[in-house]
């Protein structure tokens, strides 16, 4: 199959980097799998006495803030906050002028025990009724102890407004984190598309799990105070530690992490769906039952006839484990979901498949393996313009280490990969375009390495059959509608 490509340069701090833009939907020439090794800093979590993890100051001053979106259209936010002492006040107080609070809200507050740790007092508070594309500032705590933050609602929901997701996955709290974080916080993303294994706190045990899930709540807040996190479950949230007594799956994530799940009518916050800007975002749970009748496959089969690609063109779809991987790592544990909800990700053009869980960077050309069964049918993935393009983003730096191993020769589905930390950002500019990019964390550095434009899998089929209907019309050939 043949690759149309272009090469643009990029001015990367006074160097020129040649990227290559790949517009094609198949297989081609153009596979990479990059020879860069770098340096890394130790894969070790960071002390808990450094600044990043600093404790507010004042008593039972709120931590961990957060946000999250708070409905189905981008019109609410979920704020969440810790207070580690009391339960404190569980208001929000906000406004469209910074100190100037002429709205509130009331939250609830809960709290839980790991082992012997008892957790702070969590808040969670949903602040509705918002009017798009406005800076809201707003208030948390008592008195000397109370902090302000400020976030920025999404434009309108139209198919041509312009808006930047960051994806973000197996972040951790290392130094390659914090360098993963911060790179992100300097590329204009808008709201992070997060694909599940948040703190790593289940590498510890006994009480220092629940204490490693307070410091990276500190640690993220620097940003998601003041952007909304869309959140996704990774098998390091499961935290099934019976020689513990700790049995109940997700515990942690499910009292900590709030999501718009009850906007969609999902029965689990591990599965829901968001529309923002000119996207429909769906959540999945690769550690959640999925196969036929169970309540996240109803609850899937119904969300998808949902979609309304004349309102939200581009339809994402987040989940931790990768259904097409080429790495070593984790190869094939995906495969049980795609045999469920490949041929569905197919018919409904899903655009972007974003996981994580490898920790290592690859993205796909568009590809599926839909006609495989097994008595017939072809068992190898084939090109396919209605797929979405399955891309691997566990790479941001947690205390596991780099998946460095691929398989040789690199499959011909495969069209870049490289096993470094970073981050991405998905830049949609209208109906038929978006922007892809993702940057590698070069030992501190930020470094744009996988530059690819894309059109949209619902408007570049519509306007192929529009102009094949034109051209037909001219030539006096029937059409079929």
């Known amino acids: 199959m043949k690759v ?9 701090r006074g160097s020129c980097l040649l990227l ?51 409905d189905y259209d981008g019109k609410a936010v979920i704020i969440s906050w810790v207070t580690p002492d009391e ?61 302000e933050f400020w976030f920025q609602t999404p ?56 204490i490693r899930w307070d410091s990276w709540g500190r640690f993220v807040e620097q940003s998601a105070a003041y952007q909304p996190w869309l959140w996704s479950a990774g098998n390091h949230e499961i935290e099934y530690m019976p020689k513990m007594g700790e049995v109940i799956p997700f515990k942690s994530y499910l009292y900590r992490i709030a999501t718009p799940h009850m906007a969609t009518n999902s029965t689990s916050k591990l599965w829901y769906a968001v529309r923002r800007a000119s996207a429909h975002i769906i959540v999945l749970s690769n550690y959640s039952p999925y196969v036929k009748y169970t309540p996240q496959w109803r609850w899937l089969r119904e969300e998808l006839t949902r979609v309304d690609r004349e309102k939200t063109p581009w339809l994402i779809v987040l989940m931790h484990v990768p259904i097409y991987n080429s790495n070593s790592a984790h190869f094939m544990e995906g495969e049980s979901m ?15 498949i ?42 941001g730096g947690n205390q596991e280490g780099l998946a460095g191993k691929y398989m040789d020769p690199q499959p011909e589905y495969s069209a870049y990969r490289e096993a470094s930390y970073g981050h991405s950002t998905l830049e949609l500019k209208n109906r038929t375009h978006a922007f892809y990019h993702w940057n590698r964390n070069d030992d501190g550095k930020k470094v744009p390495t996988d530059l690819v434009m894309f059109h949209n899998q619902y408007w570049a089929s519509n306007m192929q059959r529009r102009r094949l209907k034109k051209n037909h019309r001219k030539a006096g050939i029937a059409t079929d509608h």
């Open 87 to 147: 339960p404190g006040s569980n208001k929000v107080q906000y406004g469209k002028s910074e100190n100037k609070y002429d709205s509130s809200a009331e939250g609830t507050v809960t709290n839980y025990t790991f082992y012997n740790y008892k957790s702070g007092y969590i808040h969670h508070c949903l602040v509705d009724d918002l009017e798009y594309d406005t800076k809201y500032y707003y208030k948390i705590g008592d008195g000397h102890s109370s902090r």
């Open 354 to 395: 974003f996981a994580g869980h490898v920790h290592a960077y690859e993205r796909s050309y568009r590809i599926s393996n839909i006609h495989y069964n097994v008595t017939s049918g072809d068992p190898y993935p084939v090109p396919d313009k209605s797929a979405p393009v399955y891309i691997t983003v566990g790479d």
């Open 20 to 70: 290559i833009i790949i517009t094609c939907v198949g297989f081609g020439s153009a596979r990479i799998t990059s020879s860069f090794v770098r340096s890394e800093w130790p894969s070790v979590d960071i002390p808990l006495d450094h600044q990043v993890f600093a404790i507010p100051k004042g008593d039972n001053a709120p931590q961990q803030v957060r946000i999250t979106q708070g």
């Open 4 to 12: 149309a490509a272009m090469l643009v340069s990029a001015g990367v």
């Open 155 to 210: 434009p309108k929901i139209d198919p041509d407004v312009s808006y930047t997701f960051g994806i973000i996955g197996d972040l951790g709290q290392t130094y390659n984190s914090l360098s993963t974080l911060e790179h992100y916080m300097q590329s204009g993303g808008q709201t992070v598309l997060f694909v599940g294994d948040l703190s790593y706190a289940d590498r510890y045990e006994y009480n220092d799990v629940g």
């Open 338 to 352: 795609r045999s469920v909800y490949e041929s569905w990700f197919v018919r409904a053009r899903v655009d972007f």
